[in-house]
């Protein structure tokens, strides 16, 4: 039986969050409630706690949020309650995550299969009808895309399964292939993610770019040939043409976050290369958009959420072909989200989860 009662992260605007006590939700038709094990904190949900214009509108963009709300898209856990009429594969104590978007189905882009571009674009964590992993315990909407996870993956690793899945799909998007040379901007927990993807595609060169030592130290164990800071005296550059004979990279994945990494890559890539765009900025990144067209016929290519990820990700994860050793660097309790938030401003940690 659940209890009626629980603690929950509450945002109720931009930077007010608050550890509260909330109703436990229920489990209506068709749906299930998850006990929450473990949920990992996003870049994203520090840049909505931060108050970032994709989240709250300004600079042309519509408000996506929706106050009050319970943050966290990251979410591992156990079935607590299932709701009357679910036909699922799943049962009571099963453990499972949640695809991080809950398609509505019967927009255009659901009815086309492309359910990851949902009209609605309802993702846990960000609107108050659909609460997410900051918590006790999450409703799962009978629309929820549910998989299971081996109950022999450690915590440290099991809530890698929804990024590292984003960071599938990235890869999927740029089209690698054997002996090309890849640049990865950004070494976070995505762009590590990104890294040991790409890897397993075999290019000729993967190279990972990062302001952090200890990151570039992470990418190299991830499977990079090669890493640099973005800003060095003799340049990424040199390193590209050496590796291209001047051509520059077949593929530039932007994972950084930083709008100087858009142009940056712009530079670095060849004439016909493939750009794919991942980060959420917290500003817009100002390029010369004529290096896209009439001067390199760049394909560009953008990421969003992670379709049929979910299972590669949870048997990369488990089969050790996609490292996890030294990403998530913190396990909080969720009272501690504010510490989370800083830490991983800071660059002091890498993936943080917070334990209810």
Not at 90 to 103: A, M, N, T, W
Not at 176 to 182: L, R, S, W
Not at 306 to 314: D, G, K, L, W, Y
């Amino acid at each position: 039986m659940l209890p009626e009662k629980m603690r929950a992260v509450v945002a109720s605007g931009q930077g007010d969050y608050r550890y509260e006590e909330v109703d436990v939700p229920r489990a209506g038709a068709g749906e299930l409630i998850l006990e929450v094990e473990a949920c990992g904190v996003c870049a994203g949900d520090i840049k909505c706690y931060e108050g970032g214009a994709r989240f709250w509108g300004g600079e042309g963009n519509p408000a996506y949020a929706e106050p009050p709300f319970i943050p966290g898209h990251e979410m591992l856990g156990r079935v607590a309650e299932i709701g009357p009429g679910y036909r699922g594969p799943f049962k009571l104590g099963d453990r499972i995550v949640s695809e991080q978007i809950v398609p509505c189905g019967s927009c255009r882009y659901c009815r086309e299969g492309k359910y990851w571009l949902c009209g609605p674009h309802n993702v846990y964590g960000f609107k108050h009808h659909l609460n997410g992993g900051f918590a006790k315990y999450v409703r799962l909407p009978a629309n929820a895309r549910n998989y299971a996870v081996p109950e022999d993956l450690p915590l440290e690793k099991a809530v890698l399964v929804e990024p590292f899945a984003c960071s599938t799909h990235a890869v999927d998007r740029a089209k690698i292939e054997p002996g090309d040379v890849v640049v990865i901007a950004g070494a976070g927990t995505l762009g590590l993610g990104m890294v040991a993807a790409a890897a397993r595609l075999k290019p000729k060169a993967l190279v990972a770019i990062d302001p952090v030592g200890w990151l570039r130290d992470l990418a190299l164990k991830q499977g990079a040939t090669h890493v640099m800071e973005p800003w060095t005296a003799d340049g990424v550059a040199p390193l590209i043409a050496e590796l291209t004979d001047g051509t520059g990279c077949d593929v530039y994945i932007e994972a950084s976050g930083h709008p100087s990494a858009v142009s940056q890559g712009l530079q670095l890539i060849k004439k016909g290369g493939h750009f794919v765009e991942f980060s959420v900025f917290s500003a817009p990144a100002t390029v010369d958009w004529s290096l896209i067209g009439d001067a390199k016929e760049i394909d560009l290519y953008g990421v969003s959420l992670s379709p049929f990820c979910f299972e590669r990700s949870i048997q990369g994860i488990a089969d050790g072909s996609l490292g996890t050793e030294g990403i998530v660097t913190h396990v909080l309790p969720l009272s501690d989200f504010k510490k989370a938030f800083e830490l991983s401003k800071k660059r002091e940690g890498l993936k943080i989860a917070l334990v209810p």
